[in-house]
């Protein structure tokens, strides 16, 4: 049995760039490249704050999705008028 499955997108998406969630997300798959791929980065950060620093930047891509924000709201509402 097939069924059709629609994929859906949130308003705004092409506001992604935007949005603090992914941001932290981006820094924090950074900072897990540079810890795996520059094993000298240790010079200069011990291993101990670079784990720190990346569960801090996880924890706030976790906890800044669920903090509105205002300007971004207005922009998506705004786009939805405008296509109207």
Not at 69 to 77: K, M, R, S
Request: proline fraction near 5%.
């Amino acid at each position: 049995m097939s069924q059709n499955v629609k994929s859906v997108w949130v308003d705004g998406i092409h506001y992604w760039h935007r949005l603090y969630s992914v941001r932290f997300s981006l820094l924090t798959a950074l900072l897990g490249a540079l810890t795996t791929l520059l094993p000298l980065w240790g010079d200069y950060l011990p291993p101990v704050a670079s784990s720190l620093l990346i569960v801090g930047c996880s924890l706030g891509a976790a906890i800044s999705s669920l903090v509105k924000q205002p300007a971004l709201l207005e922009d998506i509402e705004k786009d939805k008028q405008d296509a109207r």
